[in-house]
């Protein structure tokens, strides 16, 4: 057989294979609902809770001990800012916690009896803040909004205290330096804009090893040796297999990476610097990677339940370990070099540093060879447990085409023997 033969038959075999599998992504309700509705609908979802950044007018409850001038002023000063709205006025601490247990208010003000006391003393007072630590932004907006106040309270009162003439020398005493914050590559210093851009990278790796493992569970449940790859004469070798599978899932995510990376962010107004160009030559051996990551891990699936019990209960660990949120300076050693073990870990950063904090692809070449390695890597797994799950199919074909030789041939000598025993008697 010439070497373009060879090719074609090559190529056929791919094709059978893709063919198969596609059919089996479409007619099956969990690998469909996984590779394509969860990528459309969880995003969407996830970046409409999340589309307002910050919330306003959390409610609180207020217990002031002092009934002073000065702390009078604090609470105005408190229910006038954008983010907190003193809704009640509690008696003690015991009633404001009633409230906060009630969902009626999300934090208490705790002014003790002592505050206009001690500031009068030019001693330094305290006001207690509790917070519903339910949800972080409003611990945020109740935190934020305390300090921003005592600090101008306390900037005005250094200011009478100075005795200086001019309105000018007033400022200088009161701050020395004119600090002005800004949230580096978070404009609006809002939850979405920092986390969801990574969570959209890491559903790609998570919906594929789920999408991918159901698609195996199924195979083994059905088959009754539970093999993984099924006997057929147009099956070639296992590259073939492993790349017919690959192709399959590859144009599919082809389709729902351009919509993660591209549509979600424009529609929901998230930074979006980079040009499609360079986000597409970062996404390539990103979604490779994926794919063959869980063509890997599809090997070790035993029953369809069994991949999403562990997918999912990996997600918020992943999340952590991308450095996104939780600094990538204080995870321990050995945690890092699990998270190398994830192609979401530099798919994420290298995402971010491209397209949040305006990278080129030259300051991401770390974490393109470390996806790229990590795309020869595991097609090796794959192409290994394949190929161990192929050679375990073919053993049970064989034993099973021994056992009906040997029925078959077991019926025809009592055939033969009974039509022997007949004439004879006759």
Known sequence: MSIFHKILRWLDDLAYVWRIELRQVLRDEGVLLFCIVVPIVYPLLYSWVYNNENIHEVPVAVVD???????????????????????????????????????????????????????????????????????????????????????????GIQTKLAGKYTKREEVINASPLDVEEVAMFNPQAGYGTAILPAVLILIIQQTLALGIGLAAGTARERNRYGDLVPIHPSYGGVGRIVSGKALCYLMVYAVMSTYLVLVVPKFFSFIHIAAWQDLLLMMIPYVLACVFFGLTVSCLVRYRENVILLMVFVSLPLLFLTGVSWPQSSIPGYLQGVSWLFPSTFGVRAYLRLNTMGATLGDITLEMRCLWIQVAAYLGTACLVYGHQLRTTQKHASERLDYLRKKREVRLALKAKGHNTTKTTD
């Open 65 to 155: 001990q002092s009934h002073s001038q000065l702390s009078r002023q604090f609470i105005r000063m408190c229910d006038a800012s954008p983010d907190v709205h003193v809704a009640y006025y509690a008696v003690d601490l015991d009633d404001a916690q009633s409230l906060v247990s009630r969902q009626i208010v999300k934090g208490i003000y705790l002014i003790p009896e002592d505050f206009a006391t001690r500031v009068n003393r030019l001693e330094q007072a305290t006001v207690s803040v509790y917070c519903d630590m339910a949800l972080m932004l409003t611990y945020k907006a109740i935190y934020q909004t305390a300090m921003a106040v005592s600090q101008k309270m306390g900037a």
